[in-house]
């Protein structure tokens, strides 16, 4: 690509070859090139630097130099896909259903029922009041996130016309001469022109835990390995450096990654798909039920419109009215537990895609790792011994008695650059930050820990001289005074590449006498060598040396430039190597995701050792992990991609490209497993964007990531995720049970309308009362099996499947409609026919009493005893049986809020601990008790007091449901996969 | 448990058995329902329903914080663990 082309901005690119060109490795080619040919390029110059004129030339052609923040959905939008997003499509379409029979009854009738109209406003509030209620919901999450954002403008340092000035980051253009140094934000793209002992930190971008160095030279082909050029928002952790600014903003490959993922396109929560079935279901029953009983009411003599009203009424019964707001309910009090828990979920269905995901894909650098280089090993007196890697110090500790291991801590003591910042006496060590590079700091804490404290030793053996460590000579120096002041000799101390340090030892310290070094020793070094490096860590020597004092007296100049004092002929004393070891939670969690059947495959820019040391570390019981390069992975076909991918519990990608990390995760959803992400690092985020849910990590995590996740650890705890998982896994089996119990009550409220349009009997139940419990008595024990505790150990079981396990299923509807609900429903129309009866309307006299019975201009009705009524006494008879059926309908409610409690277990294992269930029982009898006795009822509601005795017309059926069910549960747990478990176990 | 849900029993069935009494004997007649005291019965059962239920959701902040604060400390034990 021409490096023109892609400064100038792609206004006439379309955006997918724009997406395509991202998914493709970074073009940067100026690594190659030498100093003076860049210079060219940008025309600029080596030590000048841009001119002013050329620098506001380029700031105008380019633009500033800052990542285009991601296209924000505007707030309106937002409230809108709330408003008419899943289930609120089911409630808008049964709120235009009712309005539209109100104009048909408005336009045909004189005097229309209201009930259509009350039903459709109640509809449209329902949905309104639930859509504001999770926007809020989201708005308030968003907030939290926005708090993220780092605020701080950045500096840098430029050369333009030979003079230094400071100026904001935004305006740094291609071509600008910049300076870096220890501590500062690279602030854009840079050539490395040139460096004094400078290393950056890359992980970031590259999930390196180690900083790595730069210099002037090309050392790799592959821009993100070479160490000429350093990257856009990467910190410089120690040295200088100059260097020749190459791309800025946008098109910087921190910038590309950014565009990347705000570019995917991300697919449907695994919830959302859920209800998405259910409504399909819903409707099918619905429009099942609406035509068959048109077709019968066409047949029965009805007028078409009539008709029409009917069916339209039928649908409208059939939503369930309360069901929204239930769902967002559990799923707002699950996110609430999950915050609780140190997950902080931004969109509010992700709350349940953790439960679903059968893999999760994990960053190694800072998500399963501490992300600081520590000490895990060291060799000496020929024997290897382990350090002490855990975060709170709880782990084994070796042999400290030992006096090679006295001086091999002197050595790594003093031949050191690292030290605390200060003021932080009171923090424990672990915790203190420090100056200096990863592995030195590692050795600081390590002697610090073991020895106390360090720069005691170094104020009693002051430094003389010292030789920092660089690339060619591969070891650092220094030359101290000793300990006793009556000794007058210099202690030399050395380390550095163990093989190096070896060459220039004659001896070697065991036991702490001095022996020669012979090839047997030799050989004992080199197998401990590569056993520590086999173990993916970086292994440091270390040797010393008494300066004799008749060559080096007192007051000897040491030239470190010209070395005139001895430098072989040392004494080896150890070897120590170092890790960024797991965090103490990982393996643990691990194990715990493994037993929750989820896959957890490893994917690290870091290199293979590194990886399968960390995974072997991660998981100690399964060493058998297939390691794959990232570079090969460019080379695998689709077919051999899904190979490795379903045949290996244990996959570690290493050295892989952001790109790459996108390809791992469409190969695994292209497998039909739910993919959960995390990670931190920039490199992370086009793959946490394209997840089904991603993951990033509240303390560590870069914004982009932040951004592009679904999900944030507050703790960077990845054992966090397994809470995830489980509420994830809790609140599916929950909302199975509300749904369940909120759509057996529809049965009950719809057959009344069926039998009063088939038999032609006064209406049982109204509209009004039909509303009373969705809206009323139902939510509150809907809502509370949320609170329900896990039947059996949830995280043993295999994660669902999402083509077979459904959120709601055939079996489920046949429970709550045909088993259940028709229970309901016969306890209703009990109460029904016993008020009737008690007031003389014996059964058989109402079967096509309707007529007359709705006439207003009859009178002179008479019952079963030959008593007349008037219309308006009948309309009281009629309202008292609606509210008879309505509080029957909460009776039967109690037996079916304890029934769903459960779907396998007896009540009486589960035990009724759920407080808030009790509650909800209370508070809907109370209610009932409240909308039947409140004076004025009869006006507001039409609703009349009950004589004690009705309420219990409905016991019997309350009574066998609970006991039907039992017995179900029964036989199903009886015989696991017989026929109750195959045609009822939902 | 059991005892709330006896006294929730109870609580119901007094003002039932009382309203009852009073029709027995107030008026005989089965077409004059005393409905008066039959509303105040049934609303005081809702409110002492109410508050019960209340009473419940509040003591269930004792109990429940520390069952619950037992549920969840069980992970951060486990996490707490050191690695051998």
Known sequence: MGDKDDRSPKKKKGATKDMDDLKKEVPITEHKMSVEEVCRKFQTDIVQGLTNAKAAEFLIRDGPNA????????????????????????????????????????????????????????????????????????????????????????????????????????????????????????????????????????????????????????????????????????????????????????????????????????????????????????????????????????????????????????????????????????????????????????????????????????????????????????????????????????????????????????????????????????????????????????????????????????????????????????????????????????????????????????????????????????????????????????????????????????????????????????????????????????PDAVGKCRSAGIKVIMVTGDHPITAKAIAKGVNPRDAKACVIHGTDLKDLSQDQMDDILRNHTEIVFARTSPQQKLIIVEGCQRLGAIVAVTGDGVNDSPALKKADIGVAMGISGSDVSKQAADMILLDDNFASIVTGVEEGRLIFDNLKKSIAYTLTSNIPEITPFLLFIIVNIPLPLGTITILCIDLGTDMVPAISLAYEMAESDIMKRQPRNPTRDKLVNERLISIAYGQIGMIQALGGFFSYFVILAENGFLPSILVGIRLNWDNRSVNDLEDSYGQQWTYEQRKIVEFTCHTAFFVSIVVVQWADVIICKTRRNSVFQQGMKNKILIFGLFEETALAAFLSYCPGMDVALRMYPLKPTWWFCAFPYSFLIFVYDEVRKLLLRRNPGGWVEKETYY | MDLVVLVAFSSWLAPALASAGDKDKDNDSAFNYDYESLRIGGLVFAVVLFLMGIALIVTRKCTCSKSDKSRSREPNVESGVPRA
């Open chain 1, 67 to 586: 990542l285009t923040p991601p296209p924000t959905t505007p707030e309106w939008v937002k409230f809108c896909r709330q408003l008419f997003g899943g289930f609120s499509i089911l409630l808008w379409t049964g709120a235009i259903l009712c309005f539209l029979a109100y104009a048909i009854q408005a336009a045909t009738e004189d005097d229309p029922a209201g009930d259509n109209l009350y039903l459709g406003i109640v509809l449209t509030a329902v949905v309104i009041i639930t859509g504001c209620f999770s926007y809020f919901q989201e708005a308030k999450s968003s907030k939290i996130m926005e708090s993220f954002k780092n605020m701080v403008p950045q500096q840098a340092l430029v050369i333009r016309e030979g003079e230094k000035v400071q100026i904001n980051a935004e305006e740094v253009v291609a071509g600008d001469l910049i300076e870096v140094k220890g501590g500062d934000r690279i602030p854009a793209d840079i050539r490395v022109v040139s460096a004094h002992g400078c290393k950056v930190d890359n992980s970031s971008l590259t999930g390196e835990s180690e900083p790595q160095n730069r210099s002037p030279d090309c050392t790799h082909d592959n821009p993100l390995e070479t160490r000429n050029i350093a990257f856009f928002s990467t910190n410089c952790v120690e040295g200088t450096a100059r260097g020749l600014v190459i791309c800025t903003g946008d098109r910087t490959v921190m910038g590309r990654i950014a565009t990347l993922t705000s570019g995917l396109e991300t697919g449907k929560t695994p919830i959302a798909k859920e209800i998405e079935h259910f409504i399909h279901i819903i409707t099918g029953v619905a429009v099942f039920l609406g035509v068959t009983f048109f077709i019968l009411a066409i047949i029965l003599g009805y007028s078409w419109l009539e008709a029409v009203i009917f069916l339209i009424g039928i649908i409208v019964a059939n939503v369930p009215e309360g069901l929204l707001a239930t769902v967002t309910v559990c799923l707002t009090l699950t996110a609430k537990r999950m915050a609780k828990k140190n997950c902080l979920v931004k969109n509010l269905e992700a709350v349940e895609t953790l439960g679903s995901t059968s893999t999760i894909c994990s960053d190694k650098t800072g998500t399963l790792t501490q992300n600081r280089m520590t000490v895990a090993h060291m060799w000496f007196d020929n024997q290897i011994h382990e350090a002490d890697t855990t975060e709170d110090q709880s782990g084994a500790s070796f042999d400290k008695s030992s006096v090679t291991w006295l001086s091999l801590a002197r050595v790594a003591g003093l031949c050191n650059r690292a030290q605390f910042k200060g003021g932080q006496d009171s923090l424990p060590i672990l915790k203190r930050d420090v100056a200096g590079d990863a592995s030195e700091s590692a050795l600081l804490k390590c002697i610090e820990l073991s020895c106390g404290s360090v720069r005691v030793m170094r104020d009693k053996n002051k430094k003389v001289a010292e030789i920092p460590f660089n690339s060619t000579n591969k070891y650092q120096l220094s030359v101290h005074e000793t300990e006793d002041p009556n000794d007058n000799r210099y202690l030399l101390v050395m380390k550095g590449a163990p093989e190096r340090i070896l060459d220039r030892c004659t001896t070697i310290l065991l036991q702490g006498k001095e022996q020669p070094m012979d090839e047997e020793l030799k050989e004992a070094f080199q197998n401990a060598y590569m056993e520590l490096g086999g173990l993916g860590e970086r292994v440091l020597g270390f040797c010393h040396v008494l300066l004799p004092e008749d060559q080096y007296p007192k007051g000897f100049a040491f030239d470190t430039d010209d070395v005139n004092f001895q430098t072989d002929n040392l004494c080896f004393v150890g070897l120590m190597s170092m890790i960024d070891p797991p965090r103490a939670a990982v």
